[in-house]
Each structure stands twice: as C-alpha cells, then as structure tokens.
Nanobody, 124 residues
Framework: QVQLVESGGGLVQAGGSLRLSCAVS????????MGWFRQAPGKEREFVAALNWNGGNTYYVDSVKGRFTISRDNAKNTVYLQMNSLKPEDTAVYYCAAGSNLQGVVDNYGIDYWGKGTLVTVSS
C-alpha cells in the first residue's frame, strides 16, 4: 500500500522559511510526477507546485513563484517544498500528491495518491 507522509510544517513568522518533506513508502514513485497542494481554512484545495519524474520540469502557482521551490530525491523516495519569504496568506494545510501525468497533477484531475497533510501557520 502506497503512503505519502508529509512533515516539516509548523509555526513561523512572516518572512521566515520552512522546508516540507513528503516521504513515499510502499513502492517507489520515482517515475511519477508529484506535487504539493494546500487548503486554507474555509477555502478549496489549490495547486501549489509540481515537478516531473526527474525534476526537469516544474510548475508553480503564481502566488508562490520566486518564493517556493519544489524538488525531489528519487534515491530517498522523497519530495520537498522549500518555502521562503512566507506570508500569512500561505497559512494552510499542505498536501503531497502523486499522479501518472504531470498536467493531471497540475490540474488536479489525475491524482493517484494523496498524503494526509501538514499544517503551516505563518504569523504576521
């Protein structure tokens, strides 16, 4: 059974940084595109970032471009989200996801696996 487990969330002041990790277990997803989504209180889940199997192609929502960086280490079966210059509006539960098609991950229609999320709170 495939499991995606996020970690690294927490409370940080505006302007600070956090690095989220998503560890995959159960099988290797080295050839799967993977991504990060987030859901703020009272809002729908939204796409944040995604990358293809080797990290050569990356996508970001406009609101995080230049501040967030997605990466992966296939040897460790782990995907990361480095978040810098955090803002209060980045406060949300962050979810890791994997799908068989990169555009499907970006558009949130081809997700095969979801993690349970990790909470990021940015104080002003």
């Amino acid at each position: 059974q495939v499991q995606l487990v996020e970690s690294g969330g927490g409370l940080v002041q505006a302007g600070g940084s956090l690095r989220l990790s998503c560890a995959v277990s159960g099988r290797t997803l080295s050839y799967y595109p993977m991504g990060w989504f987030r859901q703020a209180p009272g809002k729908e889940r939204e796409f944040v970032a995604a990358l293809n199997w080797n990290g050569g192609n990356t996508y970001y929502v406009d609101s995080v471009k230049g501040r967030f960086t997605i990466s992966r280490d296939n040897a460790k079966n782990t995907v990361y989200l480095q978040m810098n210059s955090l803002k209060p509006e980045d406060t949300a539960v962050y979810y890791c996801a994997a799908g068989s098609n990169l555009q499907g991950v970006v558009d949130n229609y081809g997700i095969d696996y979801w993690g349970k999320g990790t909470l990021v709170t940015v104080s002003s």
